[in-house]
C-alpha cells in the first residue's frame, strides 16, 4: 500500500465505467415502464447516499483497505469471516457479469459460438490486466471510458428523429408499487455494487477529493441512465421495451443503412470489462491482504478462473439471469451493500482509526 | 518471454474468436424478399428471392442478353408448420444457407393476414439475422409468390424495384411505408391497430404499390384506396411532399405539399370521450394551375387554400368514415392520446376503445397556407 496511486480522474472514469457495467444490456429499470425516469431518479439519490457512506468509511479510516478496517472493528475473528464472505461477493459479482457479457454476445452476434469460449477469451484479457495493477486499471479507464458516453450519444442522436417525445406518459399508470421495486433493484445493481471501491479507495492520490468524486461520478452516471432511458423509450416506445431481451441492442441495430451493432458491443466491452477488473482486483487484494501474500497477482489466474466457472455453472438459462438481476440480487446484496457498512460507518464514527504512521 | 508467450496467446484467441461464427460470402444465399403466405390447410408457405451475385449486370448500359444465360435472382417457395420450419425445410431445395440479414421487402399473403398476425410473426422478431429495416407489404388479389416471381423490367432484383417504387409512393402519400421494427412496435401497442401497405401485381413485369390494408385485433379487416390512405396519413402525422389536385369551376388546381403536421385529441366531457379532434396544418406551393383566373392578390391565394383546405378535409373525413363504420379499427391511435392523459379511463376502456372509437363525432380542422407560385404568377394563356 502507499505506493501504487490513481489520480482523482482515473477514479472518477474507474467508478463511473463500473456504474454503467452491465446495466447498459440490461436496461435500467425497464420493469416500471413508462415509469422508468423516475425509478432512476429515487434510486440516484440512494445511490448517492450509498457510496457516499462508502466513501466516508474509507475517509475515517484512512490508508486502510475494506479487509483491514473489518479486522480492525470487528475483531481478528469475526473480521475474517466477514472479509471471506465479502471476497465471495465480490468474485460472485465478477462472475455475474461475465454471464451477463457472454449471454449477450451469443444471442446477439456470435450463435453458433460456445459461450464458455467467449467468456475465457474476455477472462485472458481481464487477468491480463489486473495483473498489470492498479496504476493500468486507471490508465485503461481513462483512455476507454469516456468513448462509452459519447458513443451512447451518438447512437441516440443518430436515432431519435421524428418520434414521440410524450411517450413516457402516463405518470404511474399501474401505482408506485413497480417504480419502488424497480428503484430497489437498481439501487442494489448498480449502486451499491459499488462496495468493493473500498478496496481501490487508499489508492486515491488526493484523499480530500474523495466524496467529490464519488458523488459527481454517481450524478454523471444517473444522468445517462436517464438518457438511456428515454433514448429507448421515445425510439421503441413503451409497450415493447419488455419485449426485447437486451433493449439497448435493439435500438442501436434501427439505425437505417448503417450497422451500429459493433460499436454497441465496443461499449459493452468497456463498461463490462471495467467492472469485472475492479470486482476481480477487489477480490485478489483482499484475499492477499486476508493471507498476507506479498504479492497479489499470485491469486489473480485462479480467482478468474473460478469466477468464469461460476459463471456458466450459476444459471442454466437466459431467464434465470435476468430473474437473478432484477429479484434475487437484491435481497443477496443487503447484508454486503446495506448492512454491514453501515455499521462500520457506525464503528468508525465511534472510534477514529489512528493513523498508521507510515503513511502519505 | 513470458509476455511473448501470452502475446501469442492473445493473437491467436482473437483470431479464433472471429472465424467461429464466420460463414463466406458464397457459402449463403443473399435473399432479397421473403413472401409469406399460408394455404388452405392452414400450412405456412415461404417464399424466398435469391440474388446470385454473379448474374448481376455490373453497367445498366449492358444489354442484359450479353451478360450470360443464369438469371440474376431466382424464387424458390416451401411449405411448413411456422416460418422457421419451412425455411429450414426449403433446405433441401436451394443451395446454400439462406442469408436473411439482406432481405429488403417482406410480403405477406392475404390469407396469413386474415388469419391474424400477431403471434405468427414471432420468428423474425426472434432471430438475430432477421433485417429490422425491411419493408413490409400485403398483397391484394394476388400471392407473395406472384408477386415476388414479377421479371422487373426497371432494376434486374425485382426486390429492389419493389422497394423504390415503395419510397416513392411513400413520399406521395398514398402508401404508408412500414418497417419490419414499427410493425412489432404496433403488434405490441394495445391503443393503436395496424395498417400495412398494399401491393398488387399489374402485370408479368409490374407492381402497383398503393393503398393501405387495415388490421383489427391483428387480423386484415379491409382496404383503403388511395385517397383514403391519403387522408389517413395525414392525420398520422407521416405525409412526406404529396402533390394534391383538385378542381374549381373552370379551372384545375395542383398544390404540392411542402410541409405538414398532424395532431390528434380526443375531448373528454365528464370522464367519458365525447368527440374525437384532428388538426392539420400545411404548407404547400402551386404546383400546376390550369385555368382563366388570374392570380394577382392574396385573395386568389386565399380562395386556393381554402379549396386546399376542403380536399384535405374531405380525404380525411372519408378515411375516418370507412375506419369507424366499415372496419370499426382504431388506426389512426386515437386510443394512445386517450392512454397517455387518460389512464383511468383508459384501463377501463382498454378492450372495448375500438367499438367506443367507432362511435365519435369528429372535428377535423385543416390550416392551409400557400406560400409561393413557382416561376410564374398567373396561369398560362394568350393576353387579352
Excluded at chain 2, 449492358?62 to 425445410?89: F, H, R
Excluded at chain 2, 404496433?186 to 401497405?197: H, V
Excluded at chain 2, 394577382?296 to 380525404?315: A, F, W
Aim: contains cysteine; positive net charge.
Amino acid at each position: 500500500m502507499g505506493k501504487t496511486r490513481i489520480s482523482g480522474i482515473q477514479l472518477f472514469l474507474l467508478i463511473t465505467g463500473f456504474l454503467l457495467g452491465s446495466r447498459l444490456i440490461i436496461s435500467p429499470a425497464s420493469e416500471s415502464k413508462t415509469d422508468g425516469w423516475l425509478s432512476i431518479l429515487i434510486a440516484g439519490a440512494g445511490g448517492i447516499l450509498l457510496v457516499t457512506m462508502y466513501a466516508s468509511i474509507a475517509l475515517l479510516n484512512p490508508s486502510r483497505t475494506l479487509v483491514e478496517i473489518l479486522r480492525d472493528r470487528f475483531g481478528k475473528i469475526i473480521g475474517t469471516i466477514v472479509a471471506i464472505s465479502y471476497i465471495w461477493y465480490f468474485t460472485h459479482l465478477a462472475g455475474l457479469v461475465f454471464r451477463d457479457f457472454g449471454s449477450f454476445l451469443v444471442t446477439t452476434t456470435y450463435p453458433r459460438t460456445p459461450m464458455e469460449v467467449i467468456i475465457a477469451i474476455f477472462a485472458l484479457t481481464i487477468i491480463y490486466a489486473v495483473n498489470s495493477g492498479i496504476e493500468v486499471m486507471g490508465r485503461i479507464s481513462e483512455i476507454l471510458v469516456p468513448i462509452v458516453p459519447v458513443l451512447s450519444l451518438i447512437i441516440g442522436a443518430s436515432i431519435v428523429t421524428t418520434h414521440d417525445f410524450t411517450a413516457f406518459l402516463p405518470v404511474l399508470e399501474n401505482g408506485i408499487k413497480p417504480v419502488i421495486k424497480a428503484s430497489l433493484n437498481l439501487l442494489a445493481f448498480p449502486f451499491g455494487e459499488a462496495v468493493v471501491f473500498l478496496m481501490i479507495f487508499p489508492h486515491l492520490n488526493k484523499m480530500k477529493s474523495l466524496i467529490k468524486i464519488t458523488t459527481f461520478s454517481t450524478l454523471s452516471v444517473i444522468g445517462l441512465f436517464l438518457y438511456i432511458f428515454f433514448r429507448n423509450i421515445i425510439i421503441l416506445e413503451s409497450h415493447f421495451l419488455d419485449q426485447a431481451t437486451f433493449v439497448p441492442h435493439l435500438t442501436s441495430v434501427l439505425f437505417p443503412g448503417l450497422n451500429l451493432e459493433p460499436l454497441f458491443g465496443v461499449i459493452m466491452i468497456i463498461a463490462g470489462g471495467i467492472k469485472i477488473i475492479s470486482a476481480i482486483y477487489a477480490a485478489v487484494m483482499g484475499l492477499s491482504q486476508l493471507i498476507g501474500a506479498k504479492d497479489y497477482r499470485t491469486f489473480t489466474t485462479c480467482i478468474v478462473a473460478f469466477s468464469v466457472i461460476l459463471s456458466i455453472w450459476v444459471h442454466e438459462n437466459i431467464f434465470e439471469v435476468f430473474n437473478w438481476a432484477g429479484n434475487t440480487w437484491f435481497y443477496y446484496s443487503i447484508p454486503f451493500q446495506f448492512i454491514i457498512p453501515l455499521i462500520l460507518l457506525f464503528l468508525s464514527l465511534i472510534k477514529k482509526a489512528d493513523p498508521k504512521p507510515q503513511d502519505l | 518471454m513470458k509476455t511473448n508467450k501470452l502475446a501469442i496467446i492473445f493473437v491467436l484467441s482473437i483470431l479464433l474468436a472471429g472465424c467461429w461464427d464466420n460463414t463466406d460470402l458464397t457459402d449463403i444465399n443473399i435473399v432479397t424478399a421473403l413472401g409469406i403466405d399460408k394455404d388452405e390447410d392452414g400450412k405456412i408457405i415461404v417464399t424466398v428471392q435469391v440474388v446470385e451475385p454473379a448474374a448481376v449486370p455490373l453497367t445498366s448500359s449492358s444489354n442484359g442478353g450479353g451478360a450470360g444465360q443464369t438469371k440474376p435472382v431466382s424464387v424458390k417457395s416451401y411449405k411448413g408448420e411456422t416460418i422457421y420450419d419451412a425455411l429450414i425445410s426449403m433446405k433441401s431445395i436451394v443451395d446454400k444457407r439462406l442469408f436473411l440479414s439482406t432481405v429488403q421487402v417482406l410480403v405477406l399473403g392475404e390469407r396469413f393476414c386474415k388469419d391474424g398476425i400477431n403471434d405468427a410473426l414471432d420468428y423474425l422478431h426472434r432471430n438475430n439475422q432477421a433485417e429490422y429495416l425491411a419493408d413490409v407489404l400485403v398483397a391484394r388479389g394476388t400471392s407473395p409468390e406472384q408477386i415476388l416471381n414479377i421479371q422487373a423490367d426497371m432494376d434486374v432484383i425485382s426486390a429492389l424495384y419493389i422497394k423504390g417504387t415503395v419510397e416513392n409512393t411513400a413520399v406521395r402519400a398514398k402508401v404508408e411505408r412500414k418497417m419490419l421494427i414499427e410493425l412489432f412496435k404496433e403488434i405490441k401497442n394495445k391503443c393503436r391497430q395496424i395498417t400495412i401497405g398494399q401491393i398488387t401485381k399489374l402485370d408479368g413485369k409490374t407492381v402497383k404499390t398503393e393503398g393501405t390494408a387495415v388490421f383489427r385485433d391483428g387480423k386484415l379487416v379491409g382496404w383503403l384506396d388511395q385517397y383514403q390512405t391519403r387522408g389517413y396519413l395525414f392525420v398520422a402525422d407521416k405525409v412526406g411532399n404529396p402533390v394534391i389536385s383538385f378542381s374549381a369551376p373552370e379551372s384545375k388546381i395542383s398544390i404540392e405539399i411542402i410541409q405538414s403536421t398532424g395532431k390528434k385529441s380526443v375531448i373528454f366531457k365528464n370522464g367519458e370521450p365525447a368527440r374525437l379532434s384532428v388538426q392539420i396544418r400545411l404548407e404547400g406551393n402551386i404546383g400546376e394551375y390550369i385555368g382563366k383566373e388570374m392570380l394577382s392578390k392574396p385573395e386568389d391565394i386565399h380562395k386556393i387554400e381554402k379549396m386546399l383546405s376542403e380536399e384535405v378535409k374531405k380525404e380525411i373525413n372519408m378515411a375516418l368514415n370507412k375506419a369507424q363504420k366499415d372496419y370499426s379499427s382504431d388506426i389512426f391511435g386515437f386510443g394512445e392520446y386517450v392512454h397517455k392523459y387518460y389512464p383511468k379511463y383508459w384501463k377501463k376502456a382498454m378492450d372495448e376503445w375500438n367499438d367506443v372509437f367507432s362511435r365519435l363525432p369528429a372535428d377535423i380542422r385543416v390550416e392551409a397556407k400557400i406560400r409561393h407560385t413557382g416561376l410564374i404568377k398567373s396561369p398560362m394563356k394568350k393576353d387579352e
